[in-house]
């Protein structure tokens, strides 16, 4: 399981803060600006929770390729031999640990799509 109980505490914190110097604020310029930062705040915390799935999908790919590696049958692990878990795009590693077409792999393919283009390293 990945946890994430920590990123999303700390980002309703966060949150409420904004909130309510929003809410107090006099200008409705000053509104805007504190509905801006809670939109980022929002994005950055999404990046968080997205890193950590990230990190939790590296790690299950070099379990399973590590075990495809180990077959006895040199027929069973030739093609598993070629993988390079740090040259895999993302979506081919979910592909790897998920029937690609399925509702978990299209789920993952949704949200991979909500990150913007500047900020996939992988």
């Known amino acids: 399981m990945i946890r994430v109980d920590d990123l999303l505490k700390a980002r309703d914190t966060i949150s409420r ?3 309510r110097r929003r809410d107090t604020a006099k200008k409705a310029a000053t509104k805007s600006e504190w509905s801006a930062a809670l939109e980022r705040n929002d994005q950055a915390y999404f990046m968080l929770v997205f890193g950590r ?4 999908v590296n790690a ?3 379990t399973l390729i590590a075990a495809k590696q180990a077959a006895p049958n040199l027929l069973d692990r030739r093609c598993w031999d070629t993988l390079d ?3 895999l795009e993302f979506m081919r590693k979910i592909a790897l640990l998920t029937m690609k077409g399925h509702r978990e792999y299209n ?3 949704d949200i991979f ?3 913007p283009e500047q900020h996939r390293a992988w």
């Open 60 to 62: 299950e790919c070099k």
């Open 17 to 19: 803060l904004f909130l």
């Open 53 to 56: 799935f990230e990190e939790h």
């Open 107 to 109: 789920r993952a393919y």
């Open 113 to 115: 799509q909500t990150v």
């Open 85 to 87: 878990i740090d040259k």
